[in-house]
């Protein structure tokens, strides 16, 4: 058996059927300012902005996918934060936003962000957002999933879309 983020799958289905699937882990936390500012984060397509003595940097740009029917971003850097005046914005794809004074704003729930950094010494930087599994396979497929997975399932042009929004370690998925 294979893992893929929590979810196993037979690697004797993955080598015997076409199947399209996007894994994006959860982002990381947004930090503290320990100077006067501090940087963006990176974004899964690019880097976050360096911070200066004026603002804190922006979150880098994550990466856009079309896998679920629609073009959607996932996997933008959180902003960095300057105590006390002015903040990064979160990257493309659910970055949070850093801010000037207080707790950084956390990542987009199920786009895999990460969160802004906190400006202010006594401040906690934001929560990464949740990350998602979509996985893409023939319509004439029927994919069963266990009991500890949340699931949806559309059909669009001959597909089934299953969007995975949370599964443990020892959940599964079978094919049909």
Same mark, same amino acid.
Not at 20 to 30: E, I, P, Q, T, Y
Not at 55 to 61: H, I, V
Not at 122 to 127: I, P
Not at 155 to 166: E, Y
């Given at each position: 058996? %294979?893992? @893929?983020?929590?979810?196993? *799958?037979?690697q004797?289905?993955?080598?015997?059927?076409?199947i399209? #699937?996007?894994?994006?882990?959860? %982002?990381?936390?947004?930090g503290q300012?320990?100077?006067? #500012?501090n940087?963006?984060?990176?974004g899964a397509?690019?880097?976050?902005?360096?911070?200066?003595?004026t603002?804190?940097?922006?979150?880098?740009?994550g990466?856009?996918t079309?896998i679920?029917?629609?073009s959607?971003?996932?996997?933008?850097?959180?902003?960095? *934060?300057?105590?006390?005046?002015?903040s990064?914005t979160? =990257?493309?794809g =659910?970055?949070?936003?850093g $801010?000037?004074?207080g707790?950084? @704003?956390?990542?987009?729930?199920?786009? =895999?962000?990460?969160?802004?950094?906190?400006?202010?010494l006594?401040?906690?930087?934001?929560?990464g957002?949740?990350?998602? @599994?979509?996985l893409?396979?023939?319509?004439?497929?029927t994919a $069963? #999933?266990?009991?500890g997975?949340?699931q949806?399932t559309t $059909?669009?042009?001959?597909?089934? @879309?299953?969007?995975?929004? *949370?599964a443990g370690?020892s959940?599964t998925?079978? #094919?049909?």
């Open positions: 058996m %294979g893992t @893929i983020l929590g979810i196993v *799958a037979s004797n289905y993955l080598r015997g059927v076409d399209d #699937f996007l894994v994006l882990a959860g %982002g990381g936390s947004g300012v320990t100077g006067n #500012f940087s963006g984060g990176g397509d690019a880097l976050g902005g360096v911070g200066s003595t603002a804190g940097g922006n979150g880098g740009a990466v856009a079309s679920s029917g629609s959607i971003t996932y996997g933008g850097g959180g902003g960095g *934060a300057r105590y006390p005046s002015a990064g979160g =990257g493309a =659910g970055g949070g936003n $801010t000037s004074n707790a950084g @704003i956390a990542g987009t729930t199920n786009r =895999g962000g990460g969160g802004g950094a906190a400006g202010g006594s401040a906690s930087g934001g929560a957002g949740s990350g998602i @599994i979509i893409k396979y023939a319509s004439t497929l $069963t #999933f266990s009991g997975v949340s949806s $059909t669009s042009g001959g597909f089934k @879309i299953s969007t995975i929004t *949370a370690l959940d998925v079978s #094919f049909a």
